[in-house]
C-alpha cells in the first residue's frame, strides 16, 4: 500500500490535468444540494520532494475560497457540509533537470454529510488526486514558470472541480431539484425565498 509520500512523488512525476477549474460554466444538475459548511484541515499534511513550502493554513485558505466559489453557486434547499483533508502536495520547485522536473500536485480526502439525516454519506473518505493543468509553461515543470502562489491557485481551483464531479458522480444522494409544486398557489416573492444562511452545526 502507497504511503501519502509515495503518491505524491507519483502522481507529480507522470502528468497533468486536461482541464482547467479556473472556468466555471453552467452549474451542472446537483439535485437539492446546498453547500452548508466546508471545512477544510491540514494539520498532518505531507510535503512532497522538490517542492517550494507552503504552510497549512495557506493551503486550507487557498482551498476552502475555490471550494466556496464552485460550489456555493448550487441553490437547492438541502443543506450538505463537505469536511476536506489535504494529505499531501508538491509545488514545484525550478532549477530540477528536465527528466526529474516535477509537476506540482494535491492530495485531498473528502467526507460529505447529510445535514437533515445528521449523517455522513459514506463511510470512507474519498481520496482524490489532484494535478496542475497543462500548459506550455507546465510541461517542463511549474517551478520554472509559475511563482508558488500561482501553482497553489490552480492546484486548489483544480481540487474544487474534482470535488464537483466526484459529488456528480453520486448525483443520487442529492434527491430532485428544488422546483414548485404542481397546483401550489403561487406565493410571494420573500416566501419563496431558499435558506441562505448555513446551519449552526459543522460536521464533527
Known sequence: ?????????????VGACSRSGAELGA????????????????ENVTKGPFSRNA???????????Q????????EGDKFYHLGISIDG???????VPLV?????ALIISVRVWDDAAGGKLTEEPRQLTILESLSGG?????????????????????????????LL??????????GPVPGAPELPDAAQERPSARPATEPA
Request: glycine share 8%; charged share 25%; proline share 5%.
Open 67 to 74: 471550494v466556496d466559489r464552485r460550489l456555493g453557486r448550487y
Open 138 to 166: 507546465t510541461v517542463i515543470g511549474s517551478g520554472l514558470t509559475r511563482t508558488k502562489e500561482q501553482q497553489l491557485q490552480n492546484l486548489v481551483e483544480n481540487a474544487a472541480l474534482a470535488i464537483e464531479k466526484y
Open 55 to 65: 504552510e497549512p493554513e495557506e493551503l486550507q485558505a487557498a482551498l476552502v475560497e
Open 27 to 42: 452549474p451542472e444538475d446537483l439535485g437539492d444540494f446546498r453547500l452548508g459548511h466546508n471545512v477544510v484541515v491540514a
Open 1 to 13: 500500500m502507497k504511503t501519502i509520500l509515495q503518491m505524491v512523488i507519483l502522481c507529480a512525476l
Open 169 to 178: 458522480n453520486n448525483r443520487e444522494w442529492f434527491g430532485d431539484a428544488p
Open 100 to 104: 526529474a522536473s516535477p509537476k506540482s
Open 89 to 95: 502536495y508538491i509545488l514545484a520547485i525550478p532549477g
